[in-house]
């Protein structure tokens, strides 16, 4: 330490060192977080409206995954997917799963609610909020469909109609076919 030093306060202040933040969960911390909430649930302790529920949450999530790139990895339904995934279902069962089952299925605890009521309503947020996010992937990929169609057929013109049904009124009259008539010189008799 110098006397410059010394005399700024250089000395008494803290060396701050660079804060790194957390790595975003990867898609396979994702999956090992869905394999031991699966874990926790396999003693079979917990009823089968749990078990169900959680199964639909983790099968939403592993559809998903694949599609957050649509979703944008920054964005907030994809946070909402890696953060059901990675905290607020582990957290949900975990808790559940910590107090003793006959306790926990028969005494109310909050609002006439057993803590098994207040866990399958959870679970339900869970599950719907994991369709919403699904449904905005799949609609991403549905919208990139019609983009790509509305580019070839600025491209190469109109597209047929799919088939639509005019349910307007009558159906069109097909034109009728020719006749074979003589192309020669018509008699008196003809003209009757």
């Given at each position: 330490?110098?006397?410059?030093?010394?005399?700024?306060?250089?000395?008494?202040?803290?060396?701050?060192?660079?804060?790194?933040?957390?790595?975003?969960?990867?898609?396979?911390?994702?999956?090992?977080s869905l394999a031991r909430v699966?874990?926790?649930?396999?003693?079979?302790?917990?009823?089968?409206?749990?078990?169900?529920?959680?199964?639909?949450?983790?099968?939403?999530?592993?559809?998903?995954?694949?599609?957050?790139?649509?979703?944008?990895?920054?964005?907030?339904?994809?946070?909402?997917?890696?953060?059901?995934?990675?905290?607020?279902?582990?957290?949900?069962?975990?808790?559940?799963?910590?107090?003793?089952?006959?306790?926990?299925?028969?005494?109310?605890?909050?609002?006439?609610?057993?803590?098994?009521?207040?866990?399958?309503?959870?679970?339900?947020?869970?599950?719907?909020?994991?369709?919403?996010?699904?449904?905005?992937?799949?609609?991403?990929?549905?919208?990139?469909?019609?983009?790509?169609?509305?580019?070839?057929?600025?491209?190469?013109?109109?597209?047929?109609?799919?088939?639509?049904?005019?349910?307007?009124?009558?159906?069109?009259?097909?034109?009728?076919?020719?006749?074979?008539?003589?192309?020669?010189?018509?008699?008196?008799?003809?003209?009757?």
């Amino acid at each position: 330490m110098g006397f410059w030093d010394w005399l700024t306060g250089r000395s008494r202040r803290k060396r701050t060192e660079p804060v790194s933040a957390p790595r975003a969960p990867t898609e396979a911390d994702i999956l090992a977080s869905l394999a031991r909430v699966e874990a926790m649930l396999a003693d079979g302790t917990a009823p089968s409206v749990v078990r169900s529920r959680v199964e639909r949450i983790d099968r939403t999530i592993r559809q998903t995954l694949p599609k957050l790139p649509q979703l944008g990895w920054g964005s907030a339904d994809a946070y909402a997917v890696v953060a059901t995934a990675t905290d607020y279902l582990p957290e949900a069962v975990g808790g559940y799963l910590r107090l003793p089952r006959d306790w926990a299925n028969s005494r109310p605890i909050e609002g006439g609610k057993t803590a098994l009521m207040i866990l399958v309503d959870q679970l339900e947020l869970l599950a719907s909020t994991m369709t919403k996010m699904l449904d905005a992937a799949n609609r991403a990929d549905a919208e990139a469909l019609i983009a790509h169609g509305r580019f070839l057929e600025a491209k190469f013109g109109h597209a047929s109609t799919g088939g639509a049904l005019d349910t307007g009124g009558s159906l069109p009259v097909p034109p009728e076919p020719p006749t074979d008539t003589p192309t020669g010189p018509r008699s008196t008799l003809d003209l009757e």
